[in-house]
C-alpha cells in the first residue's frame, strides 16, 4: 500500500526526531516490554536497533520474530490531548550481520554516534525489524492503519 504523503511526512518526522521507542516481544505467553535506541530507513519499512545477546529481548527475539515498537512524541503536558501523536508498528525482527558499511548500520551510527563501540562488540546483535504494519493515532483518537505489501 502506499502512505499518504502527509501521513508519511508526519512518520519521517516522527522518527528523525524521537530516539528512543518502546519494544514489546513475547516471552512465552507474556508481553515483555523495553526501551530500545532506535532507527528508521528512508523508505519506512526496517527499524534496526543494537541490543546484547545476553538480554530477554533478544531471546525473546530468536524464540518468536513478531514484535511491536511504540514510538510517540508525548511532552506530558495537557496540549498532548491535541498535539501527541503515537505509532505502533509491527514487523518481523531479524538478527543482521554486522557491517560499518551497510546503509542501514550507517543511518543507525548516524543517529546514534554514541553506540559505535557497543554495535562492534562481538557480545552486541544489530537487530532489522521489517516493518509489517503501522498504526498511527493522533488527539487520542485519529486512527490511521497502514499495512505494507
Same mark, same amino acid.
Given at each position: ?51 546484547? *545477546? ?10 518468536? /520474530?513478531?514484535?511491536? +515498537?511504540? &514510538? $510517540?512524541?508525548? =511532552? ?34 548516524? *543517529? ?10 562481538? /557480545?552486541?546483535?544489530? +537487530?532489522? &525489524? $521489517?516493518?509489517? =504494519? ?16
Amino acid at each position: 500500500m502506499k502512505i499518504d504523503p502527509l501521513i508519511e511526512d508526519k512518520l519521517k518526522m516522527l522518527f528523525s526526531s524521537q530516539k528512543f521507542a518502546v519494544l514489546a516481544t513475547q516471552q512465552k505467553k507474556d508481553p515483555y516490554t523495553s526501551l530500545i535506541a532506535f532507527s528508521c530507513s528512508k523508505d519506512m519499512r526496517q527499524i534496526v536497533f543494537a541490543t546484547p *545477546k545476553a538480554t530477554r529481548k533478544y531471546a525473546n527475539i530468536l524464540a518468536h /520474530s513478531n514484535v511491536s +515498537i511504540f &514510538i $510517540d512524541n508525548r =511532552s506530558n503536558k495537557a496540549v498532548d490531548l491535541r498535539r501527541a501523536m503515537g505509532v505502533t508498528v509491527l514487523g518481523s525482527a531479524r538478527q543482521m550481520r554486522k557491517n560499518k558499511n551497510s546503509k542501514l548500520m550507517k543511518l543507525h551510527l548516524d *543517529k546514534h554516534p554514541q553506540l559505535e563501540s557497543f554495535l562492534s562488540s562481538p /557480545s552486541c546483535a544489530f +537487530i532489522c &525489524i $521489517d516493518i509489517q =504494519s503501522f498504526y498511527i493515532v493522533e488527539r487520542f483518537q485519529n486512527v490511521t492503519e497502514i499495512h505494507l505489501e
